[in-house]
Nanobody, 117 residues
């Protein structure tokens, strides 16, 4: 059974930083592309970033490009999202995701990020 456990969220002032982690189990982590999504208040869930199996290919939503960095540790079955220069519009619940049709319905509980002064 796939388990995705996000952590690292919290309340941060504009311009601050947070590092999110997603610990995974129940599948062969190193063979799947992983991604981070977010759902802001009153908004649809959106893709924030993804990273290839080996970590050599990454891509970001335009809204976070240059501020967020996705990374992974295949030995620890964990994917990370380093978020810098945070803005109020980054406020959302953040989720990690296995990019596979097989696991399309598997979501973790998410971690809340609130950017506010």
């Amino acid at each position: 059974q796939v388990q995705l456990v996000e952590s690292g969220g919290g309340l941060v002032q504009p311009g601050g930083s947070l590092r999110l982690s997603c610990a995974t189990s129940g599948f062969t982590f190193s063979t799947y592309t992983m991604s981070w999504y977010r759902r802001g208040p009153g908004k649809e869930r959106e893709l924030v970033a993804f990273i290839s199996r080996g970590g050599d290919i990454t891509n970001y939503a335009d809204s976070v490009k240059g501020r967020f960095t996705i990374s992974r540790d295949n030995a620890e079955n964990t994917v990370y999202l380093q978020m810098n220069s945070l803005k109020p519009e980054d406020t959302a619940v953040y989720y990690c995701k296995v990019e596979s049709f097989m696991f399309r319905n598997d979501w973790g509980q998410g971690t809340q990020v609130t950017v506010s002064s």
